[in-house]
C-alpha cells in the first residue's frame, strides 16, 4: 500500500499526459472536418462486413496484412454506429494506447520519474506521429502498440525479481502478443527480432516456459495459420516474392533519401501539409531526438540488456527498412510520402530516450534541472508549432490521392436525388463514398482495374457496378475546368448525357443509354489528368 501511494502521482501523471494527448488529437480530428481516406474508407467497409457476421483473416487482395483494425472497429460500431465519428473513437482509443505503453516502457526501463516525461513526450508528440497515428490503416499505429507491450514484457522478463513474481503470466502476454504480430503484419518484425535476439541471450527458462510461450504465439496468430493452410502459405508467398535484384543500385538513394528528407519528416512534417516549421526548425527537433538515441547508447543509468534491446530494435528497423522493399517506396517518381510509416516504429524510441535524457538532468543539480527544463519545452514547443500550423485537410488526405474534396456530402445528395445507386469512380473517392453511405451507393475504379491493373478490395461491387443498368461517373476535376475529359469523350462518341458540377472539384455525368465503361475509358484515368 505504501509504495502504491508513493507511485500514485506518477500514475495520475500518465493520466494526466494521455488526456492531453487525446485533446490535442481530437482538435486535429475536429479541423479536418472528421476527414478520413481511401484506404480508411477500405477499413471501415470490411468493419461493417465483420459486424454483419464475415469473419476475414486478411484485408481484401493482401494477404499480407492482418484484419485487426476491422475487428477493433466492430464495438465503436455498436456503441456510435457506422460512421467517421466511429473510425476516429477508434483512432483516439488507440492514441490512448500508445502513450500510455511509452509511459510504461519509460517506467520500466528510466524509472518512474522518467515515465510522466515518456508519455509527455508521446502525448505531444510531431505533428507527423500525431495524424500518421491516428489513421487506421496498415497497422500502423497497433503495431507500435502492440510492440512496446512486447518490448516491455521483454524486459521484466530479464528481470529475476520479475520474472520470479509475474513468471506465467507475462510469458502468456509475450507469445500472445507475439503471435498477434505476426499475423497482422512483418512491420512486427522491427520488434520480434530484437526481443528474439535478447530472449535467446538473456532468457534462462525451462522447456515449460518455453512451450507456453509457443502455445500463445500460436493463439495470437491463429487467424494466419488458418488462412495460409487453406490457401497454399500464400503470405509467405506474397512476401517473398517481391524482387531484389537492384538493390545494390537503389541502396545509396534509399539511405540518402532516409537521411536527408525521411528523419526529418518524423519529427515535423510533409511538405504538404504547410507547416509554417522551418527547415532548421526540424533539424533542431532530429538533434534533439537523436540527443536522447545518444543517451541511450552512452549512459550508465540504463541496464545492459536493455541497452541492447532498445539498439537492437534501432538497428533492426534501420536495416529491414533500407534492405527490404519498405524503402523502394522513397523513390517513386511523384515525390509523395510513400515510406514514413514503414519507420513510424522509431517513435517508440524517440520519446523514449529523450524522456530518459530529461529525468536524469532533472535528478541532479540545479544547472542539470534547467537544461532538463530547456530540453522539454523545447521539444514540446516544435511539436505544438507544427501542430497547429498544418492545414488538417491536407493531413488527413492519403499520400496517394490528394484531390478528396471537403466532402463528399453535395455528390451523395445529387446521386440519391438521382436514384443513382452505382456510380463509375477513382478508388480515391469510391471506398468513402460506400462508406459514408454505408453501401446505399456502390461504386467501382474499371481504369484502376483495368488499365493501371490495381488492387479490386470489393469485387463483389465492383461486377455489381458493371451489371448495373443506370450508371453515373463520378470525376475530380479542377475549378473552372473547361471542357471536361469525360465530356469530349461522350460528346466524341455521340453518347446523350446529363452533367453536373456538383462541386468545383467534382463532376457527374449521367448517360442517358446503357454506356460500356472500356468505351469511355479515354474519359477515366488517374487523379493528375491535364
Request: aromatic share 14%; hydrophobic share 50%.
Amino acid at each position: 500500500m505504501q509504495k502504491f501511494k508513493h507511485d500514485l502521482p506518477y500514475h495520475l501523471a500518465i493520466v494526466c499526459a494521455t488526456i492531453l494527448g487525446v485533446a490535442q488529437r481530437l482538435w486535429l480530428i475536429a479541423q479536418s472536418g472528421w476527414r478520413i481516406d481511401y484506404d480508411e474508407g477500405m477499413i471501415g467497409l470490411l468493419g461493417m462486413q465483420v459486424l454483419a457476421g464475415a469473419r476475414p483473416a486478411f484485408v481484401p487482395a493482401q494477404a499480407t496484412l492482418g484484419a485487426i483494425e476491422a475487428y477493433l472497429l466492430v464495438p465503436f460500431f455498436e456503441l456510435f454506429g457506422v460512421s467517421v465519428v466511429s473510425f476516429r473513437m477508434l483512432s483516439l482509443a488507440l492514441a490512448a494506447a500508445y502513450i500510455v505503453t511509452i509511459g510504461w516502457l519509460g517506467w520500466v526501463i528510466f524509472g518512474r520519474k522518467a515515465a510522466p516525461i515518456a508519455a509527455l513526450l508521446a502525448a505531444i508528440a510531431p505533428p507527423y506521429m500525431l495524424v500518421t497515428g491516428l489513421k487506421t490503416w496498415g497497422v500502423t499505429i497497433e503495431t507500435i502498440i502492440l510492440g512496446n507491450m512486447l518490448l516491455i514484457t521483454t524486459v521484466l522478463l530479464t528481470r529475476r525479481t520479475s520474472r520470479a513474481k509475474f513468471y506465467v503470466p507475462l510469458i502468456i502476454l509475450l507469445g500472445l502478443t507475439a503471435g498477434i504480430m505476426f499475423w497482422i503484419g512483418w512491420l512486427g518484425f522491427y520488434y520480434l527480432l530484437p526481443v528474439g535476439v535478447l530472449l535467446l541471450w538473456k532468457g534462462r527458462y525451462t522447456w515449460r516456459a518455453w512451450g507456453l510461450g509457443f502455445l500463445t504465439f500460436l493463439i495470437g496468430s491463429f487467424p494466419f495459420w488458418q488462412y495460409n493452410f487453406a490457401h497454399n502459405f500464400e503470405s509467405v508467398r506474397l512476401y517473398f516474392g517481391e524482387s531484389s535484384d537492384d538493390l545494390g543500385a537503389v541502396l545509396p538513394a534509399i539511405f540518402s533519401d532516409f537521411w536527408r528528407a525521411l528523419l526529418p519528416r518524423l519529427v515535423s512534417s510533409t511538405a504538404q501539409w504547410t507547416s509554417d516549421v522551418p527547415n532548421w526548425g526540424a533539424w533542431l527537433a532530429v538533434g534533439l531526438y537523436g540527443g536522447g538515441i545518444v543517451y541511450v547508447i552512452v549512459s550508465r543509468r540504463i541496464r545492459r540488456t536493455d541497452r541492447v534491446l532498445l539498439l537492437l530494435f534501432l538497428g533492426t528497423t534501420i536495416a529491414v527498412y533500407l534492405l527490404s522493399g519498405f524503402g523502394r517506396n522513397a523513390l517513386n517518381p511523384y515525390g509523395i510520402d510513400a515510406t514514413g510509416r514503414y519507420v513510424l516504429m522509431l517513435h517508440t524510441l524517440l520519446p523514449l530516450g529523450l524522456a530518459g535524457l530529461i529525468a536524469d538532468f532533472y535528478s541532479r543539480r540545479t544547472p542539470y534541472k534547467l537544461t532538463a527544463a530547456i530540453l522539454c519545452a523545447a521539444v514540446l514547443a516544435l511539436n505544438l508549432w507544427g501542430s497547429f500550423t498544418i492545414d488538417p485537410l491536407r493531413a488527413f488526405d492519403s499520400p496517394y490521392y490528394m484531390r478528396l474534396p471537403d466532402s463528399l456530402d453535395p455528390l451523395i445528395d445529387y446521386l440519391d436525388a438521382n436514384d443513382i445507386q452505382h456510380v463509375w469512380t477513382e478508388v480515391g473517392l469510391g471506398h468513402i463514398l460506400m462508406f459514408e453511405t454505408q453501401g446505399r451507393i456502390l461504386a467501382g475504379d474499371f481504369y484502376d482495374k483495368e488499365i493501371a491493373h490495381g488492387l479490386v478490395r470489393f469485387p463483389a461491387a465492383y461486377a455489381a457496378v458493371a451489371d448495373a443498368e443506370r450508371v453515373a461517373y463520378v470525376g475530380v476535376i479542377r475549378p473552372n475546368q473547361d471542357p471536361l475529359p469525360m465530356q469530349n469523350v461522350l460528346e466524341a462518341l455521340a453518347i446523350p448525357y446529363t452533367l453536373e458540377r456538383v462541386t468545383p472539384d467534382l463532376a457527374v455525368y449521367i448517360p442517358l443509354e446503357p454506356t460500356n465503361p472500356a468505351t469511355v475509358s479515354g474519359g477515366l484515368g488517374p487523379q493528375f489528368f491535364d
